[in-house]
DNA sequence: CTGAAAGCGCTTACAG
DNA sequence: CTGAAAGCGCTTACAG
């Protein structure tokens, strides 16, 4: 059988409160009878048992992580952040990703059954989040969500689930400078999505930059997921193909640069020194294209890290308060980082 | 509050016992008792805690993953497959990655005091597993290990601690059967790693084969780490120098081939006329590689699905029995499969 | 400084 | 078919 406290505390001569004291609650019991109560359980290979622990003081040291654990890098690094912040805490992750088979709703209520202390979760494109996650907040359980942030019905994000993701618009923003501080004055974005994407902030920041800037132009170009996903360079040529050709344009996302590339190829035009370019996300893609891309870092460990410190702290808020406070949800956003390559130049002449 | 069992029986007119049993044993009690009081939980939104039952029946229904979790997707796909059967059986996987600042004994314990029921690892190289394990063993608790094997202090495997993986010898053997087919005797293998790494299995299987038919030679070449870090083709460049260079190469890892493609080029052979080569792994790099690379794919998801499987299987092996029972430990490989690319051809006359 | 007792939210023999 | 009571392994007021 298992070493129960009950036995520890029969072999070192005490009572169970004595045993649970000793181990609990520091400065509670004499220091010589704590040291022999210790040194008995040692020996003994004893192991509290959190269950009871958890079921009693209602806090299990244990968070719901609801990711599709896919095994991008992107993501991979963002739960890399999260595991360190909480194992340093005490805490252990419950990994679990909704799919066809386990939808979201059921994985919540298993982590809910399982009394987690919270849910940090980077949510995916199709599910329906929000009406779930009321239920984690209705029973008092706090819920971040990082990377991109979960819509409700309305389209209006959820007021009580904090949000840690990277500052798009300020990567925009960036992108418009650079350009602008090579001396470029004709410009393009080719971006993809709704307001929900990030993309669209991307976008929106490099064209707000531009804006303030005076014999700027700067055409939005919206292409669709197909598009993407095919790689097909036509829309990249109309753009590229006529004589008022932007000489430089932001891409809101490095997945479509080798279309890019391959279209002004086509059309003749050399990078950077007929067009420059630059992305966004720095995926592998970027180092190895000829000339290579510039773009924008984000930072994923650090998302996953602080989303998990904001859990920690509105756990430790739940905790003190009876009911689910109310309260103002946070949202931290990370600066991109520039990385400088080869695909940004002076325009032509 | 949160609604509990207590609550539900005064609701629904019942005792505790009842309620208990509606939902935990159909058949104990009335249909239409049962129906009420389930009809009664589900307006109030209980919820059964996991923690009470887990510490009462002995299951928690939860077992522990350690494994990297860095985000490469051979990884992610074990344990898309770990995670997939886990949760089908109603499990729910604690990801733990052990590293410098929270080492695997310290993971362990922290699986073993929330009462997990079961322990899957894939080892790395350095941690010390081994005598961890046997804490978990120690206290009923079964261990599966995927990918690699873990390796005791006498450099045997665990006797108790199951293993799932890829049937490396025979991939080393496919390899050796498709250079034979192709017409080479004159063959070398690039390998490295001591017995307990992968590699060396791989090597085995394609020389063992060789030498199962007469007038062929085989050269192996062992690499270091740093080699291969490295990726400088120095010792490709003496291996195939020579006049009486092989026809063919079989490198036990797939991230070793753009080093010996380099290697090949500056001392003009062509590939795959002048020289075949496959890999082993099926990256990413030998479908970009010209010529593209034949290799031999292993099956990640389906060593995650096995080893979960598998440990599903001893956690109700050991829930019968009192004590831990004394077993031979399961050995299941996977036969990796054959990629064909363009990489290998017939020997030049 | 230490211990007896109640209680956390359930399950499970054992009665009725 | 249903319920009162004991018990799982702890923690925490409350006494002494």
Redesign the pocket.
Known sequence: ??????D??EKA?????????A???P????????ERVLKVAEEMG????ML??G???GQTMSVGVLMNFSGDSFEGRIFQGVHHTLVDAGYVPIALMPNDRAPALSQIHSLLDRRVDGILMRPTGEAKWEEHLHEALRRHVPVVSVDSETVGESGKSERQIDFVGTDDYLGGKIAATKMLEAGHRRLAVLSMGDETDPMYQRCKGFVDTLKTVADTTCEVVDLSWEYVHSESPELAMKLLGSESRPTGVFLTMDMIAPGVYRAAASLGLNLPDDLSVIGFADEAVAHYLTPSLSTLRQHPREIGQHGAELLLKRIEMFRKSKKTPVFERTIKLLEPTWVERDSVTAPPA
């Not at 001569?13 to 004291?21: A, K, Y």
């Not at 400065?27 to 704590?34: K, W």
């Open positions: 059988m298992r070493v129960t406290i009950k520890v505390a001569q005490v009572s169970v409160t004595t045993v649970s004291m181990m609990g609650s400065g509670r019991i004499a220091e010589a009878t704590r004893y192991r509290p048992n009871v622990r079921m009693q003081k």
